[in-house]
């Protein structure tokens, strides 16, 4: 991901909305969801959230396939992969010791298989 790209990425996630649905699209990763579900969810008309859908997929943070006459969208794990691995290489500049502290706190805090959390 280039500084360009990243910038459609986080744009797209600061608006509360767009967030809230791209948070959802994770949470029901790989099966995705259609159209209405995440309108509805988010409590927004289906017009509105497909500008916002449409702003997630410019930022390369969903992808979206057809289900019969519904669309259906999915959140776009490498896409999101590539704006972290973006900010940690761009912002450390090839010095480990400062991203390193908040790579250990990111594992630590979120990324424990579920195995491991009820162990």
């Known amino acids: 991901m ?4 990243s910038q459609a990425a986080f744009s797209a996630l ?3 909305t767009r967030l809230k649905a791209f948070r959802r699209l994770v949470a029901a ?3 995705g969801l259609p159209a209405g579900d995440i309108a509805a969810f988010c409590k927004v008309p289906h017009n509105t959230m497909s500008t ?3 702003a997630l997929m410019r930022g390369g943070l969903i992808a979206v396939t057809r289900d019969g006459r519904s669309m259906k969208y ?3 794990l490498d896409g999101f992969r ?3 691995d973006f900010m940690l290489r761009d912002c450390c500049g090839g010095n480990p010791d400062i991203c390193a502290p908040v790579v250990e706190n990111f ?3 979120c990324c424990v298989p579920k195995e491991k ?3």
Do not use: E, V, W
């Open 2 to 5: 280039d500084a360009k790209k």
């Open 14 to 16: 600061a608006q509360p």
């Open 29 to 31: 990763h790989p099966d």
């Open 52 to 54: 916002h859908l449409a």
């Open 74 to 76: 999915r959140a776009n």
């Open 82 to 84: 590539g704006l972290i």
């Open 107 to 109: 594992n630590a805090s």
């Open 117 to 119: 959390i009820r162990a």
